[in-house]
């Protein structure tokens, strides 16, 4: 596959360099063109048309096929992930057919009014109704994607405080990510970045003196209990990052001076992903390339990981290391989630 799309781009630039030069040509003021199109002319660019018109649309199949990777958009893992799926697969319905309808009637009529000497076009100066149908139907059709799209923002960043949401903070810097759990208070502790103090392993500037942070607890491996609303505040030491968890439909920049938020709640554990059928072929493939790479990737000191994980990631390019800038994350029942944070340190503890 990757070898006929390098011999696909290498004709395109072929035919672009070709198209240049004879544009160069006819840019020559002064001198004589013979370069004139006649019927023989026009009918190979109407077969052409015809057949750019066949491999764009055996192109867009081959694409589908082999490369859109439909089973992801089944795996949603949050409440709103479902809503965000469905607005990604009518958005994509509605340009696939629009694309479909619109590229097959340029290209065919194309084909079929080429040129031909002694025959005159037939023209309108000005139609409006064929105006008043392409401009109200695209409006209607796009008035409406926003308008859904807009409701689903909202479901999913207004968050309802009755639900008593955990609050967790995720802490960004390069090139790594912390999670600051906010305790049996479930308020975060104040932090600044001026309140880092290596010395004492306040990584995180958690201000010591504040009643609420006493009972923070930070780690590097996120855990969520499922079925439980959870608002992420999200902080950021150095550049701008985005935390990005894509089976659960989140992403949120992390802004340096400010804190962001999102909120969702997880769906689906850990150990019922890794059952999903799709999910274990997806890790199959995704293992086979490791066992490829395994050298290189041992000796870059990253850890080969054979099943899958929930990934939290760096959605935005901040630096050398940015490919790496990753947390697992494990959605687990209540009971398991309960039993691990009473193994957890808290942050009074951590400091030396």
């Known amino acids: 596959m990757t070898a006929l799309l390098t011999i696909i781009i290498v004709l395109f630039v072929a035919v672009a360099l070709w198209q240049m030069v004879k544009i160069f040509d006819l840019a020559q003021v002064g001198t004589t063109n013979s370069q004139i199109a006649d019927d023989h002319d026009n009918k190979i660019n109407g077969y052409l048309m015809i057949g750019f018109l066949i491999f764009i649309y055996v192109i867009t199949i081959l694409s589908f096929w082999y490369l859109g990777d439909l089973p992801l958009m089944s795996n949603a893992a949050s409440e709103h992930g479902v809503e965000v799926d469905n607005l990604m697969i009518i958005s994509m319905v509605v340009i696939f057919i629009v694309q479909t309808i619109t590229q097959f009637l340029l290209h065919y009529f194309a084909y079929k009014y080429k040129g031909e000497k002694g025959r005159k076009a037939l023209f309108y100066a000005d139609n409006n109704t064929l105006e008043f ?6 409006v209607i059709v796009l008035a409406g994607l926003i308008i859904y799209g807009l409701f689903t923002w909202n479901d999913i960043m207004n968050i309802d405080e009755d639900e008593d949401p955990m609050v967790i903070e995720l802490y960004a810097q390069q090139f790594n990510w912390k999670a600051r759990y906010s305790g049996a208070d479930n308020v975060l502790g104040k932090a600044n970045v001026r309140l880092i103090d290596l010395d004492r392993a306040n990584i995180l500037g958690v201000d010591e003196d ?41 992403q949120m920049n992390c802004v340096p001076g400010m804190v962001t938020q999102f909120g969702f709640t997880p769906t689906i554990t850990t150990a019922d992903m890794r059952q999903n059928p799709d999910m274990v072929e997806k890790v199959k493939d995704i293992n086979a390339l ?63």
Not at 133 to 138: D, E
Not at 222 to 233: D, W, Y
Not at 302 to 309: H, I, S
Not at 317 to 336: A, F, L, P, R, W
Request: proline content about 5%.
């Open 133 to 138: 149908i392409w401009t109200v139907i695209p």
């Open 210 to 250: 504040d009643p609420n942070a006493q009972d923070d607890v930070i780690v590097t491996e996120l855990h969520l209990p499922v079925g439980k609303p959870v608002v992420f505040k999200m902080r950021s030491q150095d550049v701008l990052h985005s935390a990005y968890m894509p089976h659960f439909r989140a």
């Open 290 to 352: 490791r066992l490829e790479r395994k050298a290189e990737i041992e000796e870059s000191g990253q850890e080969l990981v054979y099943e899958f994980d929930y990934l939290l990631l760096c959605n935005k390019i901040c630096g050398t290391s940015h490919y790496n800038m990753q947390m697992k994350i494990i959605v687990e029942t209540q009971e398991e989630f309960d039993a691990w944070m009473k193994e957890q340190t808290t942050f009074p503890n951590s400091l030396n």
